[in-house]
């Protein structure tokens, strides 16, 4: 229960008390948590489907508690009076914003579910680029990007507002989340044929270009204009329950893995309800 003001005092004493500069932090940690995902493909070389969707199912288990525990009863309870329409207006908003993204840039769910390629005489080795599912992992790639903005945004949200109680679990949920989701999308660009190690970099400029600007904007669109707060903790939430339904939870149940992957949901919200509660 004591967690948050150690962690609020070492983060003051590290970086100040100002709110974008924190949101910066945030997303920093975030970025840098997808990229440590992405860099499991070293040292994990070939994870099976089961327990990618285990993970996968881990990550969406977080999401749905933090949407609900660090944004939406937050963002009534404490930004708008007790009033949830601000808040439900964002939900909204942040679901058609992913509905409308998901028109424009079309998703390649065959590529988490694609085994790798590999050469007989040289296993550990990747192929060369199969041309027709770069073009999709690309895609794919652009999707991911456009879900990782509703999650800087959030964490800087969450620093905009003021209170590190929220923020701080919220960052570590987003940042746990990230390593599995870092994961899966290296899996399937490796499918693609692309190099470990190109992958690995692209993932971390991907993830840090999107992340950290978003988490900055949101802090500072919020401490600058506080009547946006309730709204932008609705569209952060919003945009990621779209994900979590949308995406990862049919992509999970798609290859005879669904009770591994909803055991790995349960356990998501489990850790992401402790975080809530011990930092909160």
């Known amino acids: 229960m004591h ?50 969707d285990a993970a996968l199912g881990f990550a969406a288990g977080v999401m749905l508690a933090a949407a609900f525990t660090s944004l939406i009863i937050p ?7 007790g009033d949830p329409l601000p808040v439900l207006v964002g939900v909204a908003l942040g679901a058609l914003f992913l509905d409308r993204s998901d ?27 199969d041309d027709d599912r770069l073009s999709g992992v690309v895609l794919f790639i652009l999707a991911i990007t456009l879900h990782n903005m509703p999650e800087g945004l959030a964490v800087g ?7 590190p109680a929220t923020a701080i679990p ?13 994961l899966a999308v290296s899996v399937a660009a490796i499918n693609a044929g ?52 949308d995406e990862i939870v049919p992509e999970t149940h798609t290859r005879g893995y669904e009770r591994v992957a909803t055991l790995g949901t349960l356990a998501g919200v489990i850790v992401m309800l402790y975080l809530d509660i011990s930092l909160g």
């Not at 919220?170 to 870092?182: D, H, R, T």
């Open 170 to 182: 919220l960052m570590l949920a987003i940042g746990i989340q990230n390593i599995p989701e870092g």
């Open 194 to 245: 692309l190099d470990r190690r190109f992958y690995a970099a692209v993932a971390g400029i991907r993830s840090g270009i999107v992340e950290i600007p978003l988490a900055v904007l949101g802090a500072y669109a919020v401490a600058t204009v506080s009547a946006l707060l309730p709204y932008a903790m609705g569209f952060a939430a919003g945009a990621m329950l779209f994900v979590i339904s």
């Open 103 to 129: 028109v424009l840039v079309p998703h390649a769910h065959y590529l988490l579910s694609g085994r790798r390629r590999t050469d007989a005489a040289n296993p550990s080795d990747d192929l060369p680029i």
């Open 3 to 52: 967690g948050v003001p150690l962690v609020v005092d070492q983060l003051t004493g590290l970086f100040g008390s100002n709110v974008v500069v924190n949101g910066f932090i945030g997303g920093v940690v975030i970025a840098g948590l997808n990229l440590l995902g992405a860099s499991l493909v070293f040292v994990w070389r070939d994870p099976s489907e089961r327990a990618l």
């Open 157 to 163: 949200v969450g620093f905009g507002s003021g209170d």
């Open 75 to 81: 963002g009534i309870e404490t930004y708008s009076n």
